[in-house]
């Protein structure tokens, strides 16, 4: 089993940035892949960004050129760099990770953008 825990949403301005962080506990993250999604009132779910336990990295093309996601095995942690925020990135942001069929999620932390 893995927990999944992240930290770092808030209210921020449009412009501004923010880092959100995942920690993992219950093994090590290194051999999974780890992923970002959120989801906004009335939305469905979607992949923001995914890094593999090999380190290459996809991005949704809403977010790319702003956001970068990496990780650190050492820590079990893995990062979302949120630059450049618009009130469109306003959502409740999850941590995942993935090996094959399995799924781990974390509860989410709120992200809201506005003035």
């Known amino acids: 089993q893995v927990q999944l825990v992240e930290s770092g949403g808030g209210l921020v301005q449009p412009g501004g940035s923010l880092r959100l962080s995942c920690v993992a506990s219950g093994r090590s993250i290194s051999i999974y892949a780890m992923g970002w999604y959120r989801q906004a009132p009335g939305k469905q779910r979607e992949l923001v960004a995914v890094?593999?336990?090999?380190?290459?990295?996809n991005y949704a093309d809403s977010v790319k050129g702003r956001f970068t996601i990496s990780r650190d095995n050492a820590k079990n942690t893995v990062y979302l760099q949120m630059n450049t925020l618009k009130p469109e990135d306003t959502a409740v942001y999850y941590c995942?990770?993935?090996?094959?069929?399995?799924?781990?999620w974390g509860q989410g932390t709120q992200v809201t953008v506005s003035s």
């Open positions: 890094i593999s336990s090999g380190a290459s990295t």
């Open positions: 995942n990770a993935n090996l094959a069929v399995v799924w781990y």
